[in-house]
């Protein structure tokens, strides 16, 4: 593919909007940017509401406020972290965001007909040089740790052991489902809170990780080999499937909280939570589903709200890490700088798809589908 660069001067923060409570970038993030050569930032106004940063915190820091519609049209960089409408956009933005583009590719194909160029940070490969840019990671860190604090606050009894005068009472049993980023966060924040924790990934390198963190890793012999997924599930054949639905079954129905973060790139969360599980568990357990917005594990799970059977409380809920927006968006905003200063070559930003990171995160560029990723689910 060919090398080319596009000038920048401007760069456009825009404001998040429906129930999403983080912000791209802080003002504590403005003298990097500016640093990396950006001219001029101006922010939508109100951006930082949620994370408690007034119009004149961004002022302070040198960006200047400004509304959607001048920033869409003067900026020639956008950053976000839900992408805005590609009709809203001037043809030749570019638009640096995180879209899970493997499940968006309608939008995809609106962003390449209207010439907007796209990085999107969630396809940046996980490799050992791009992770400091990995906003999958720093997100799922914010989401493992409050899927814990969720279900502790929900859950009618203690997550530690205590030894009273009115007897002892017993800790209470956590099942992680998926041992990625989030899971282990979970797994940790379980840990602290005093809980006895199982945990179960189909992916081999989890076992290791999982032990380190003082959890049971639950084990299904028979597992598809995963060692060039890129650190990613893989799917798993049906007879692997049932004994792994046979011994999560076993564990759940004894399991006081059971936090679901299993999802496979581009395709539905598998399901490893059926009906007849939820209807064996105990009442007052409590599921959170952090897969909520791909199917989720569990059947029974809807996504962005709660519902209750059998007593049995189910979270449904892929966007956990807008609850902590303040250190939501500081790791946010560190990953895009990171991204930045790898994209961004003597004052301009880089298409060199040479470059594996840009390549694989480039989702659109001069009317085309640049990532080989969504190319190859095109063709699919």
Do not use: W
């Not at 593919?1 to 791209?24: A, D, F, H, Q």
């Not at 995180?98 to 160029?117: H, Y």
């Amino acid at each position: 593919m060919s090398y080319e660069s596009k000038p920048i001067m401007i760069l456009g923060i825009l404001k998040e909007t429906g129930s999403e409570r983080r912000v791209s970038f802080l003002p504590e993030h403005v003298a990097g940017l500016k640093n990396l050569g950006f001219n001029s930032i101006l922010v939508e106004a109100d951006a930082g509401r949620h994370v408690f940063q007034s119009d004149d915190n961004y002022k302070d820091a040198g960006a200047e406020v400004s509304n959607f519609d001048t920033i869409t049209e003067t900026a020639d960089v956008l950053v976000s972290i839900h992408p805005p409408q590609a009709d809203k956009m001037k043809k030749g933005s570019i638009l640096i965001t995180q879209m899970n583009p493997l499940g968006s590719l309608e939008e995809v194909q609106s962003l390449k007909d209207n010439g907007i160029s796209v990085f999107s940070l969630d396809m940046v490969p996980r490799t050992t040089k791009a992770q400091a840019m990995d906003v999958l990671s720093s997100m799922a860190t914010s989401a493992g740790y409050k899927s814990i604090l969720l279900a502790a606050q929900n859950l009618p009894k203690f997550f530690p052991m205590f030894m009273t005068a009115a007897g002892t009472i017993a800790p209470s049993k956590v099942l992680i489902l998926g041992a990625g980023v989030a899971g282990l966060q979970a797994i940790s924040t379980a840990r602290r809170l005093g809980a006895v924790v199982e945990a179960f990934d189909v992916r081999a390198a989890a076992k290791e990780e999982v032990l380190s963190l003082g959890a049971k890793f639950v084990e299904v012999e028979g597992a598809t080999d995963d060692t060039s997924a890129g650190g990613y599930a893989v799917e798993q054949t049906e007879e692997f499937k049932q004994r792994q639905s046979e011994l999560i079954q076993e564990h759940a129905i004894k399991s006081d909280v059971i936090v679901c973060t299993a999802q496979i790139p581009g395709r539905p969360a598998p399901l490893l939570i059926n009906e007849d599980t939820v209807n064996k568990m105990k009442p007052g357990s409590v599921i959170v589903d952090l897969a909520a917005s791909t199917g989720g594990n569990c059947a029974l799970t809807e996504n962005d709200t709660m519902v209750e059977v059998n007593g049995v409380k189910i979270f449904g809920d892929s966007n956990l890490a807008s609850t902590i927006p303040g250190d939501s968006s500081k790791m946010y905003g560190k990953n895009m700088i990171n991204f930045f200063k790898e994209a961004i070559v003597d004052g301009q930003i880089s298409f060199d798809f040479e470059n594996v990171i840009l390549q694989h995160s480039c989702i659109t560029h001069n009317g085309e589908i640049i990532s080989p990723r969504i190319i190859d689910k095109l063709n699919q």
